[in-house]
């Protein structure tokens, strides 16, 4: 979908249904904070925490064993990152096919394109190049990402909850066919070389920018519990400090949010569909940051009060 029409289609129904639900989760977070103690001990609300929280910002959640049952390890993270890496490399292949020997998507693809979108498909129309860049960001996002997982970050005993789990692994299949659906409903001249070709640099140079940004960021996360050989020390949460951890407490969730609207401007910056992919990813980080922070702020009676949740300055 473009600007150019309010419809939505079923796949722009869907990110903003997920936008709405991690806004109302947000509102609802920061209002929890107001209610009676027998409220906040209540079998719903605790439901509720247990569903939004992973990792550090879990642990000290007071639970029912049986929700207990339901917890993933949270270092299964790369599962989500190896999924998107091969699903993405192969919608690549598929398009780079397209483009230069001519052969159109799979029947079971166009389908599912056509489903989602609401467009009828037309034989012979190969991929924008400016979409292609955007698989292509997305694949060497994916893979930084694992690699971190794998080789950088250190995972304590944290957990996530299955349903989180099983999001997460669907989630960059999703993202995968969202980029070819904005292809599918995108207007206007399919070249690098457009009249909107300055948005689409700049937005490769917010991409790069933002990925070192995340990159720096995780690598400081990292050396909390890592000594001055390299080697793990420690699994116990620390103040991070250093780079953007001067003015937010999770400058990687606000690099995550980065990425994604440099990925809007690479795809010229009118894909509609896309921001709502934006959109969601703002709430999501903003919550996800949001309780970083709080507990932080419980925790370390010195901690920086300047200091934000995700957004410099903002939030």
């Known amino acids: 979908m473009t600007w150019t029409s309010l419809s939505l ?18 509102i609802v977070h920061k209002a929890s904070a107001q209610l009676p103690g027998e409220y906040r001990k209540s079998s719903p609300f605790t439901l509720f925490q247990d569903l939004i929280r992973y990792g550090k910002t879990k642990q000290k959640l007071h639970r029912a064993q049986w929700l207990r049952v339901f917890d993933v390890p949270k270092r299964w993270f790369w599962h989500f990152y190896a999924i998107s890496i091969c699903w993405n490399i192969f919608l690549l292949l598929l398009s780079f096919n397209f ?46 990402r694992l690699l971190e997982c794998l080789f950088v970050s250190v995972f304590s005993d944290g957990a996530m909850h299955l349903v989180q ?24 001249p399919g070249t690098l070389l457009s009249r909107s ?18 990159h720096q ?15 793990v020390e420690t699994l116990a949460h620390r103040v ?13 969730y606000f690099a995550e949010l980065l990425i994604y609207v440099s990925l809007g401007f690479a795809l ?48």
């Open 9 to 26: 289609s079923l796949i722009d129904t869907c990110w903003f249904f997920l936008a709405l639900c991690f806004l109302v989760a947000f």
């Open 99 to 144: 483009i230069y020997q001519l052969q159109s998507y799979p029947s079971w693809l166009t389908g599912m394109l056509e489903i989602l979108t609401g467009v009828p498909s037309s034989f012979g129309q190969a991929p924008q190049l400016s979409t292609v860049l955007v698989q292509l960001l997305l694949c060497v996002h994916s893979l930084r």
């Open 165 to 188: 789990y099983l999001f997460g692994l669907g989630y960059y299949i999703v993202l995968g066919l969202t980029v070819l659906c904005s292809d599918r409903t995108a207007k206007g």
């Open 197 to 214: 070709d300055w948005i689409r640099a700049a937005g490769f140079a917010l991409f790069v920018a933002a990925s070192l940004l995340q």
């Open 217 to 231: 960021s995780i690598v400081l996360l990292a050396g909390l519990r890592k000594g001055k050989s390299g080697r």
């Open 240 to 252: 991070p400090e250093g780079g953007w951890f001067k003015l937010v407490s999770c400058p990687h």
């Open 268 to 315: 010229g910056g009118f894909s509609f569909t896309w921001w709502l992919v934006v959109l969601y990813v703002l709430f999501n980080q903003a919550l996800a940051g949001q309780l970083c922070h709080d507990l932080y702020v419980s925790k370390y009676e010195s901690y920086p009060k300047h200091r934000r949740a995700f957004i410099p300055f903002v939030l």
